[in-house]
């Protein structure tokens, strides 16, 4: 029982705490460097910076034209961030940039330790956020101001509070057998989850998306370990319990999101009931406003079906079939008759392109191993991908590659397991060698070709000539 309870007890083991020290330094470093070099707005930067300084001033997103309230249909705290930036460094690239970097930064941070605590090794802790590293779709959008990287860092804020969890599930309940008690636990991480579930979704309503699989994750979780532990594997109530005190934190919390909405009378629909003649109690009066407004903004994106010249649909997205054009001013100076300056969002070509192979293997381990760590990293992806092919085929909804942003974490994962699974033969063993070298050249052969694409991920002035060359699938990436 011990073996099979057995969580990471060496989570402060100091080579661990070095390798995520230096790749999240690594990290930083290229997100941080040359973080101003693109003047003026990238892509949707014409929307959010603009809402956050007006939101400084205002409480509520703004519009200048009219001198009223705006309408938009985000939730607030991913503008109140990038407000964070702007109240530090002015109304400038800097400052409506600085958050996004930091949270790029610290979503490679918070996957190395979710690996190393998955996968009790430095090595393969240390290759997952190093890929994340060196990943030109993650690095775009955390060197520009959307709300896409703020989703996907609290949602993995949220999984790894749930992994935490688990550990301490475990351990509580091998402690209970040991002393022979029963055991009473409170999974402060489970509710510590929730809450950090409730501000993904305070950035994007598409956070919504990894509940259920978050939520049977959890579940599957507690029966597993109870069956480990020998007791009865059926659904107890005070599953139900704890996950209802969940999705109330998660609420909550998401609620908190809107006080600049709550505490000033000019937010758009904040006296909707009062202006249509009806009832508005305090505090429920408020809520119902808000439920109007949510009706409406649901309407909006239910009804999304533009065309737009660089929407792309699910099954493009791992396979690099679109990306997007951030910023294309004109470009001299490099040395040619013609030049070409570009932010493109597109992934790390072998990193992105090695996604599918890798999950179709996870599906194997999963199965043949009946390993957790192989479902917890599937169901995730599962969230983040899945319900946008359903939107996809049921209304054509208008999509970008960037949705996949709060999935991209979990795909590194699927990655690293398969190159730790290549690995773990016998030491000594003539197997083991060759895997280790077969997952030393594809890491490196992910660095090279990162160093490859930058240029064209940061806006870096190259002939255009270079520029084409780089256009791998011709047209698809024009």
């Known amino acids: 029982m011990r073996r099979r309870l057995a969580t990471l007890e060496n989570w402060l083991d100091p080579h661990s705490w070095l390798a995520t020290a230096v790749v999240t330094l690594i990290a930083g470093i290229l997100r941080f460097q040359g973080l101003t070099s693109a003047k003026g707005y990238v892509?949707?930067?014409?929307?959010?910076?603009?809402?956050?300084?007006?939101?400084?001033?205002?409480?509520?997103?703004?519009?200048?034209?009219?001198?009223?309230?705006?309408?938009?249909?985000?939730?607030?705290?991913?503008?109140?961030?990038?407000?964070?930036?702007?109240?530090?460094?002015?109304?400038?690239?800097?400052?409506?940039?600085?958050?996004?970097?930091?949270?790029?930064?610290?979503?490679?941070?918070?996957?190395?330790?979710?690996?190393?605590?998955?996968?009790?090794?430095?090595?393969?802790?240390g290759t997952a956020g190093m890929l994340m590293?060196?990943?030109?779709?993650?690095?775009?959008?955390?060197?520009?101001?959307?709300?896409?990287?703020?989703?996907?860092?609290?949602?993995?804020?949220?999984?790894?509070?749930?992994?935490?969890?688990r550990d301490h599930y475990r351990r509580r309940l091998l402690r209970a057998l040991e002393d022979g008690t029963k055991p009473r636990i409170v999974p402060w991480w489970l509710l510590a989850s929730g809450a950090l579930f409730g501000l993904a979704c305070g950035v994007k309503w598409s956070a919504l998306f990894f509940a259920p699989f978050f939520a049977a994750l959890a579940w599957a979780w507690r029966v597993q370990a109870r069956r480990s532990a020998g007791a009865p594997a059926r659904f107890r109530p005070d599953d139900l319990i704890w996950g209802v005190l969940s999705v109330a934190l998660s609420l909550l919390f998401y609620l908190a999101t809107w006080t600049g909405w709550f505490v000033t009378s000019t937010g758009w629909f904040r006296h909707y009931r009062e202006a249509k003649?009806?009832?508005?109690?305090?505090?429920?009066?408020?809520?119902?406003?808000?439920?109007?407004?949510?009706?409406?903004?649901?309407?909006f994106h239910s009804g999304l079906t533009s065309p737009h010249v660089y929407q792309s649909w699910p099954w493009q997205w791992m396979l690099l079939g679109r990306p997007v054009n951030f910023y294309w001013p004109g470009a001299t100076g490099c040395g040619a008759p013609s030049c070409a300056r570009?932010?493109?969002?597109?992934?790390?070509?072998?990193?992105?392109?090695?996604?599918?192979?890798?999950?179709?293997?996870?599906?194997?381990?999963?199965?043949?191993?009946?390993?957790?760590?192989?479902?917890?990293?599937?169901?995730?992806?599962?969230?983040?991908?899945?319900?946008?092919?359903?939107?996809?085929?049921?209304?054509?909804?208008?999509?970008?590659?960037?949705y996949a942003l709060p999935a991209l974490p979990f795909l590194i994962l699927a990655v690293t397991y398969v190159l730790g699974a290549i690995m773990s033969a016998p030491p000594g063993s003539d197997r083991r060698a060759l895997g280790i070298v077969a997952a030393?050249?594809?890491?490196?052969?992910?660095?090279?070709?990162?160093?490859?694409?930058?240029?064209?991920?940061?806006?870096?002035?190259?002939?255009?000539?270079?520029?084409?060359?780089?256009?791998?699938?011709?047209?698809?990436?024009?």
């Not at 002015?90 to 790029?104: H, I, K, M, S, Y």
């Open 342 to 402: 570009q932010i493109l969002l597109l992934g790390t070509p072998i990193l992105w392109w090695s996604f599918l192979p890798a999950l179709s293997a996870l599906v194997w381990f999963g199965i043949a191993r009946r390993d957790w760590r192989a479902w917890a990293i599937l169901v995730p992806v599962a969230g983040g991908l899945l319900p946008w092919f359903y939107y996809a085929v049921k209304d054509g909804r208008t999509m970008f590659s960037f």
């Open 277 to 299: 003649g009806l009832s508005e109690p305090p505090i429920l009066g408020a809520l119902l406003n808000l439920a109007h407004y949510h009706h409406e903004a649901y309407r």
């Open 43 to 125: 892509f949707d930067e014409v929307y959010y910076p603009t809402d956050a300084w007006d939101m400084l001033q205002h409480g509520v997103e703004w519009d200048e034209k009219s001198n009223g309230p705006a309408y938009v249909v985000h939730p607030p705290l991913g503008k109140w961030l990038i407000a964070l930036g702007e109240k530090i460094f002015g109304n400038n690239e800097l400052g409506w940039r600085f958050t996004a970097a930091v949270a790029g930064t610290l979503m490679i941070l918070v996957l190395i330790r979710i690996a190393y605590r998955m996968f009790h090794s430095v090595l393969l802790a």
């Open 133 to 165: 590293a060196l990943d030109g779709f993650q690095l775009v959008l955390s060197r520009t101001s959307l709300l896409d990287i703020f989703v996907g860092l609290f949602v993995l804020f949220s999984f790894a509070a749930m992994v935490l969890d």
């Open 440 to 478: 030393g050249i594809y890491v490196a052969a992910v660095a090279v070709c990162f160093f490859y694409f930058q240029p064209i991920f940061i806006g870096q002035v190259i002939t255009y000539e270079g520029w084409s060359h780089r256009m791998w699938l011709g047209s698809r990436w024009i």
